[in-house]
C-alpha cells in the first residue's frame, strides 16, 4: 500500500474556478440557496462565481420539479412510518463509508443515495430525468481516495439536509470563511431552539421520504456529523441501533488534511483558510464532537449500540460485520453473507498507512489525546 510522507511545509488551497459541476449547492432548493447565500451576506469570492451562477442556474431550473414532487407526494410522506434506523456514526475519514457500503449490500436494508442526497427535494418523481445529470457530473472515483461514486451508491445525509436547510457541516466547506458557523450545527451547541427543531423537521422529512423510495425497508444511515447528535436521533428514534466505528486518531487527521486538500476546494465559492487556522478548526470540532458523543452515548438503550474498530474491520471484515449483527440483535447476517463477501472481494487499498515526524505527532497528541489514550491507539503501529 501507498504511504504518504507527511511535512510542515504549508500548504496553500487553490479554487479552480472553472471546476462547477461537484459543487453540492446545484441540487440545492432554490430556498435554502437564497437563505445560504444571504447567511454569508452574499460574499462570494471571484473564483466562486461561476459555481454560485452554476447553482442558481441548477436550483431556479429544478424549482417547478420540487413543487411539484411535494405536490403529488407531500401526504404520502407524511404519513409514512420509518423503521427505527440503523445509524452508522465515526468521525470523518474513520471508515464509515467501507461500513455503509458493506451493510447497504443486505436487501433487507435501504439507505439515502448519493442522487437521493445531492438533489432530495425531487428523487421520486423525477428520477428518470434528473439522476442521469447526476451521474454526468460525478467522477468514477471520490477526489480524496479511491472509493467508487455513483449515483445509485449510498451516501450520508448530511450532504442531503445542506441542500434542505442551511445548517450542515458541508456548507461550511462551501463558505469556509463561516465555517466555524456551520461547526456549531454538527454538535448542535449554542444555536437557537429553532434551529434545531427545524433541523430535527426536514431531517424527519427526508428519512421517510427515502424511506418511499425504498418501498418502507429499514435504513442503513452514514453521517459523522451525527455522532454529535445522539440525544436528537434518540428524540426522533428512539429504539434506533447504532454502530460507532473508530480509527487511530493520528490517521484521522492526515486523512482529514488530504481530504480537504483534494475535495474541500471543489466546493468552496470563497478562497479558503490557510492550512494551519483549517487544522485548528478540525480538530477543535474532533475535540467537540467527541466530548459530546461519550456524554451522550450513555443514553442509548443497553443493547442498541455497538462499537468496532476500523483497523479490525480491515483486517477480518466478515466476522466484525457479523458482530454488528450479533450484538444488536439484527437478523438477515446468514442471508447476505454472500453479498457482503461478493462486495469485500471487489474492495482493495482499504487503509492509507502515513509516516510523520516526531513535531507534527506531538502536535497531533497534544490536541487529539483524549481519544488516542482511551482508544489506546499508537502512530507507530497504526495500531
Same mark, same amino acid.
Given at each position: ?22 459543487? &453540492? ?20 469570492? *471571484?473564483?466562486?462565481? &461561476? ?83 447526476? *451521474? ?135 478562497? @479558503?483558510?490557510?492550512? @494551519? ?58 442471508? *447476505? ?47
Amino acid at each position: 500500500m501507498a504511504s504518504d510522507s507527511v511535512t510542515e511545509r504549508q500548504d496553500v488551497l487553490h479554487v479552480d474556478p472553472f471546476m462547477v459541476t461537484f459543487t &453540492p449547492l446545484a441540487g440545492s432548493t432554490f430556498t435554502n440557496l437564497l437563505r445560504l447565500l444571504a447567511q454569508n451576506r452574499f460574499r462570494v469570492d *471571484a473564483s466562486g462565481i &461561476p459555481r454560485v451562477l452554476y447553482s442558481l442556474l441548477m436550483s431556479l431550473a429544478l424549482s417547478p420539479l420540487n413543487l411539484l414532487e411535494r405536490l403529488r407526494y407531500g401526504k404520502a410522506i407524511r404519513s409514512t412510518r420509518v423503521k427505527p434506523p440503523l445509524f452508522i456514526l465515526g468521525h470523518w475519514r474513520s471508515g464509515t463509508t467501507f461500513l455503509h457500503n458493506i451493510l447497504a449490500q443486505d436487501s433487507q436494508f435501504g439507505y439515502p443515495s448519493t442522487f437521493q442526497t445531492v438533489t432530495p427535494g425531487l428523487f421520486l418523481w423525477f428520477e428518470n430525468l434528473v439522476k442521469p445529470l447526476v *451521474a454526468s457530473s460525478l467522477p468514477e472515483k471520490r477526489p480524496e481516495d479511491d472509493v467508487a461514486l455513483g449515483a445509485d451508491l449510498p451516501q450520508e445525509d448530511e450532504y442531503a439536509m445542506g441542500n434542505l436547510c442551511p445548517f450542515s457541516f458541508y456548507n461550511g466547506w462551501c463558505f469556509p470563511r463561516n465555517m466555524a458557523r456551520y461547526h456549531r450545527y454538527v454538535c448542535m451547541d449554542d444555536v437557537p431552539a429553532h434551529v434545531v427543531e427545524e433541523w430535527k423537521r426536514r431531517y424527519r422529512l427526508f428519512l421517510r421520504k427515502v424511506t418511499v423510495a425504498c418501498d418502507g425497508r429499514r435504513l442503513v444511515v452514514k453521517n459523522p456529523a451525527n455522532t454529535a447528535r445522539i440525544r436528537l436521533l434518540l428524540d426522533m428514534y428512539p429504539d434506533a441501533r447504532f454502530v460507532h466505528i473508530r480509527r487511530n486518531p493520528y490517521h484521522v487527521f492526515f486523512s482529514m488534511k488530504r481530504n480537504i486538500m483534494t475535495e474541500m476546494t471543489l466546493y468552496c465559492v470563497q478562497q @479558503p483558510p490557510d492550512w @494551519p487556522s483549517l487544522e485548528r478548526r478540525m480538530t477543535a470540532l474532533y475535540r467537540r464532537m467527541y466530548e459530546k458523543f461519550f456524554a451522550e452515548r450513555r443514553l442509548i438503550p443497553d443493547g442498541n449500540l455497538v462499537e468496532v474498530r476500523f483497523e479490525d474491520l480491515v483486517d477480518r471484515p466478515l466476522a466484525v460485520v457479523e458482530g454488528i449483527y450479533d450484538e444488536l440483535g439484527l437478523s438477515g447476517y446468514a442471508a *447476505a453473507r454472500d453479498a457482503f463477501a461478493g462486495y469485500l472481494a471487489s474492495q482493495s487499498n482499504l487503509s492509507h498507512p502515513y509516516r510523520a515526524g516526531e513535531e507534527i505527532r506531538q502536535r497531533i497528541y497534544d490536541e487529539l489525546h483524549e481519544t488516542i489514550d482511551r482508544w489506546g491507539y499508537d502512530l507507530q503501529t497504526g495500531q
